[in-house]
């Protein structure tokens, strides 16, 4: 499995940015952002599809996170702008197999390997 290290969650000011990055020993043939908040359904914020480039992002966040790849760094970011007390969560990123290609990038069954997470707080 590819082993993934996030880093760069902390709390942050409504309104305020982060960038939380996604250390990868292995390319995928995609990798996604996902968020959880204890007794809510796990969210699948964003997704790169690492061959083309291509993304896809949650409604709730579209216009305001980006996701990004430098493969020659091995790293997967997370740019988050504009941030709301409800984007307050636990983050992952994670990978998903071309065998799971026929499930959405944006639906958490798409991936089967995870990071440990890093945590996201914004505060009013």
């Known amino acids: 499995q590819v082993q993934l290290v996030e880093s760069g969650g902390g709390s942050v000011q409504a309104g305020g940015s982060l960038t939380l990055s996604c250390e990868y020993r292995?390319?995928?043939?995609?990798f996604g952002w996902l968020r959880q908040v204890p007794g809510k359904e796990t969210e699948v914020v964003a997704v790169?599809?690492?061959?083309?480039?291509?993304?896809s992002y949650a409604d709730s966040v579209k216009g305001r996170f980006t996701i990004s790849q430098d493969n020659a760094k091995n790293t997967l970011y997370l740019q988050m702008n504009s941030l709301k007390p409800e984007d307050t969560a636990m983050y992952y990123c994670?990978?998903?197999?071309?065998?799971?290609?026929?499930?959405?990038?944006?639906?958490?069954?798409?991936?089967?390997?995870w990071g440990q997470g890093t945590q996201v707080t914004v505060t009013v």
């Open positions: 994670a990978t998903g197999s071309s065998s799971s290609s026929h499930v959405s990038g944006l639906d958490q069954r798409a991936y089967d390997n």
């Open positions: 292995d390319r995928s043939y995609r």
């Open positions: 790169i599809y690492s061959r083309s480039g291509g993304t």
